[in-house]
């Protein structure tokens, strides 16, 4: 048997749409995080437009989507009034800091500029100097359970009550609804695997956490079409590793090639051409600063503005771009272009 090609794909906006699930698990966080603060009832709902926050997630350097929740919520603080970043610091409960914390917020003239501004997520992304908040940052530490407000938030909405409290084992504090989970639909079906299975070894590189990435392949059944499904998991466990032989922190999550390298490890010498599918110029990134000279195919299936997506994706070194499945296929179809 002669070697074959290496197709990894992303999940988010690649395989599984996550407009519905993600991209809103993202607006209603960065909203819920202010429900203890003055003038909360007037925050517009949603907060920014799609293509607003697709603008922020393109910035890059946002491993995943709580990073996003984090970056958004820092950018709507520089229009939030509060007493002192300091109020609550000697109080240990997490939940009871940040309750206190919030209840010194005024959130009444972020309401006014969001209700009031066309792209108002935009601009302040634009008046960004990209310098972390302490204020904010300080209720995005640790993990869920131990301290992590604006992930807990996150994983709350996304997950739903019943599938919060399998994964993490304690009930939720700030949402008991169904889980935005629920919403997602697959960007690309069955059909396109099974056909690009037979000629290619496919595999999976995402930041998602393992049973996240793992619910819709189930769902769905297309688990099958991949030899190695590569997570944030996977990230983590070799954070770890490496600070524990070095001492240092480090992030191996994308644009890092980390996950790329280990699938091309993996397999081996039963490859010689590899390619990596993604929706962001972080993907397109990873792609390029691989030691296995990833090919890289940015799609844009569910963007909000295709044009401006397609020249981020080429100005992060994407190779290839596709709109839609039959261009995707037509790319691995064509051997003039792979």
Request: glycine share 8%; proline share 3%; charged share 25%.
């Amino acid at each position: 048997m002669g070697k074959k090609r290496l197709i990894v794909f992303d999940m988010d906006g690649v395989i599984v749409d996550v407009s519905r699930s993600y991209r809103e698990t993202v607006r209603k966080a960065a909203r819920l995080f202010f429900s203890g603060a003055h003038s909360y009832h007037t925050l517009p709902d949603p907060l920014f437009t799609l293509e607003d926050l697709s603008k922020v997630k393109q910035s890059g350097g946002l491993n995943n989507d709580w990073d996003l929740t984090c970056r958004v919520i820092e950018l709507l603080c520089s229009r939030v009034k509060h007493s002192d970043v300091k109020t609550g610091s000697d109080i240990s409960d997490p939940w009871i800091r940040y309750r206190s914390v919030l209840s010194g917020c005024d959130v009444g003239e972020l309401a006014s500029f969001l209700s009031n501004r066309n792209h108002a997520l935009t601009r302040l992304l634009e008046e960004s100097r990209s310098v972390e908040n302490p204020f904010v940052r300080s209720f995005y530490a640790a993990d869920v359970g131990s301290g992590n407000i604006i992930k807990q938030i996150f994983q709350e909405i996304y997950l739903g009550r019943v599938l919060f409290k399998t994964t993490y084992g304690i009930g939720p504090e700030m949402h008991s609804g169904k889980g935005l989970i629920e919403n997602e639909t697959l960007l690309l079906h069955g059909e396109i695997f099974k056909r690009l299975a037979t000629e290619n070894i496919l595999a999976i590189a995402t930041g998602r956490p393992g049973n996240e990435a793992g619910h819709p392949l189930n769902l769905f059944g297309i688990k099958k079409y991949f030899t190695r499904i590569y997570t944030h998991d996977d990230c983590v466990r070799a954070e770890e590793k490496i600070f524990h032989e070095k001492g240092c922190r480090i992030s191996l999550g994308k644009p890092d090639p980390y996950m790329l390298d280990a699938v091309a490890e993996d397999m081996g010498e039963s490859v010689d051409r590899y390619c990596y599918i993604g929706d962001m110029p972080d993907d397109m990134l990873a792609a390029k600063r691989s030691k296995y000279g990833y090919v890289g195919v940015g799609v844009t299936f569910s963007a909000v503005n295709k044009k401006d997506l397609t020249e981020a994706l080429a100005d992060a070194g994407a190779d290839h771009t596709a709109g839609d499945a039959e261009a995707l296929l037509s790319i691995f179809e064509n051997e003039n272009l792979f």
